[in-house]
């Protein structure tokens, strides 16, 4: 120990307690307030010790480059989660994979599937899942948010299997999501404990009484994708299967390489990670349209001005001359991250950054909530402001930079383990968005304000705030009868 702590130095932190460390401390859910706390009070850097695991929160854009950008190729691991990702997924969860040869093949065909040239083969799903998504908001507006729901989980299950949810059967798309609800539940902070304290891991394993549960779960997963994976094959024999990432990637003959598990689990992984992200940007639109009419009548003149007055949906192809349709969508992203702590990002190496040395193992993440909410960063941070991504004047960014998903916020993560949908995420949310702006207007429900800085945008099973929503006008309700009934009776 004392040898321990002549080499090695941690940037400051709250002082924990004998072999729980900090872990109480944190709050379970919602963290975001409490480590903006420890970013004021500890400056730069800060460090938890969660068990025995160091854990340094990088509070500035500044270290997050440094350290999780410019050494991405050590700052890139995962730490190990004994339950969650080797009892649960047989060690194939990408989001979860340690830094090495299997997560790198897999990740390698992923990018090659989902990045921005590839933006045509999956257009055509968040077209037709975006008008179902305002003429569901239509004809209930109060259920809002299930449509989102349906449209994010719709969206993600055609890119990734070619398949339109609302005409497949419907038990097994339930179970596809009830898996992925099983995985993000099995991650949360005590879940497992095994997961934090890794010497339960050591015990017989007659004593340990998760093994069955765990081996339950991956067995289920393996059932349900491979059941999915046979019908798709099924229907790219018959030539009814449109291109989608599944496809592509069961065509990829370094696909075969990986071995059936990593493959059944590859496309689990997009499905996971690609649905909630999108409906949970999407809810904070919603609330920000909702709590300052400001910037939705600029988007909704500026929607009008290249679309005209309720004569028809914005399109894909309308993004160049909307760049502040693009901003609102950049602002979603920053306003209130949902990775309120960001991701953990294990060091796999000893390193030396300034006055610090840190062990391998260390986990590093971004502070998330405190980055996007520092008046350092962004002016004014707690307003909903597009402008400020494409005035120079008000935040120091290059305007021409606001279609580039990944620039100015950290809302994809970093380094090489940045998200690897992050286009397929930023059109999903474009497409929606600007639908929606253009179509209807939104507003707070008398008595019940929304607390901006307090929502549950991850609850899916009721509204996560209440929010009235019309259409603009006549006109544009029967133009969304219209171009919405389009696609009601698409199949695919
Ligand atoms: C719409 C908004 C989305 C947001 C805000 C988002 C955010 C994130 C974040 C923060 C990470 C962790 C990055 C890190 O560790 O540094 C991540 C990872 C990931 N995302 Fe996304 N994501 C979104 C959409 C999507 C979509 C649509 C897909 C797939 C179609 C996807 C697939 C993935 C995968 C596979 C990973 C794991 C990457 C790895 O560990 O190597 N995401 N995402």
Same mark, same amino acid.
């Given at each position: ?248 990637? #069961? ?12 493959? #059944? ?228």
């Amino acid at each position: 120990n004392i040898q321990w702590h002549r080499k090695y130095k941690l940037p400051p932190g709250p002082r924990g307690i004998p072999f729980f460390g900090n872990m109480f401390q944190m709050p379970p859910y919602h963290q975001g307030p409490w480590a903006q706390q420890m970013a004021q009070k500890y400056g730069e850097m800060f460090t938890l010790h969660i068990a025995n695991t160091p854990w340094v929160f990088l509070n500035t854009p500044r270290a997050v480059s440094d350290l999780l950008e410019k050494r991405s190729a050590i700052y890139s691991s995962r730490p190990r989660f004994p339950y969650a990702s080797t009892l649960m997924s047989g060690d194939c969860r990408v989001v979860l994979q340690p830094y090495g040869a299997q997560w790198r093949a897999t990740r390698k065909i992923m990018h090659s599937i989902l990045n921005a040239k590839n933006g045509g083969t999956f257009a055509p799903f968040q077209e037709v899942e975006s008008r179902q998504l305002v003429l569901d908001v239509l004809r209930h507006p109060e259920m809002w948010w299930k449509a989102n729901q349906r449209f994010a989980n719709g969206v993600v299950m055609s890119v990734v299997f070619g398949k339109r949810s609302g005409v497949v059967e419907k038990s097994n798309v339930d179970k596809l999501f009830d898996t992925s609800q099983e995985f993000i539940a099995a991650l949360q902070p005590g879940a497992n404990l095994v997961d934090t304290f890794y010497f339960l891991d050591r015990l017989p394993k007659a004593l340990k009484w998760w093994t069955r549960r765990g081996e339950d779960a991956f067995e289920r997963l393996l059932n349900v994708y491979g059941a999915e994976v046979g019908d798709l094959k099924e229907r790219m024999e018959r030539g009814t299967c449109p291109p989608c990432f599944a496809s592509k990637f #069961l065509d990829d003959p370094e696909s075969e390489k990986l071995g059936e598990t990593q493959r #059944l689990f590859a496309l689990g992984s997009l499905m996971e990670a690609g649905s909630d992200t999108s409906r949970m940007t999407l809810s904070q639109i919603v609330a920000a349209a909702a709590t300052d009419r400001r910037w939705v009548k600029e988007a909704q003149a500026a929607l009008d001005r290249v679309c005209g007055v309720a004569a028809r949906l914005p399109e894909f192809n309308d993004r160049g001359q909307l760049p502040y349709l693009s901003a609102v969508v950049k602002e979603g992203f920053r306003w209130r991250p949902f990775a309120e702590i960001g991701m953990f990002h294990t060091l796999i190496n000893d390193d030396i950054y300034e006055d610090y040395h840190f062990p391998a193992g260390t986990v590093f993440t971004w502070n998330a909530w405190h980055i996007a909410l520092n008046p350092d960063e962004y002016p004014d941070p707690l307003r909903f402001w597009p402008e400020r991504w494409l005035d120079p004047s008000i935040q120091s960014i290059d305007p021409g930079k606001v279609e580039d998903p990944l620039a100015g916020h950290w809302s994809f993560g970093a380094g090489r383990r940045v998200c690897t949908g992050y286009h397929v995420g930023d059109s999903n949310v474009w497409i929606a968005a600007a639908r929606l702006l253009y179509c209807f207007n939104f507003e707070q429900v008398a008595g019940k304000e929304i607390d901006t800085l307090n929502m549950n945008v991850a609850e899916h099973r009721w509204a996560p705030f209440d929010v009235k929503i019309t259409a603009r006008s006549e006109a544009h309700r029967r133009l969304l009868e219209r171009c919405g009934g389009e696609a009601v009776g698409v199949t695919y």
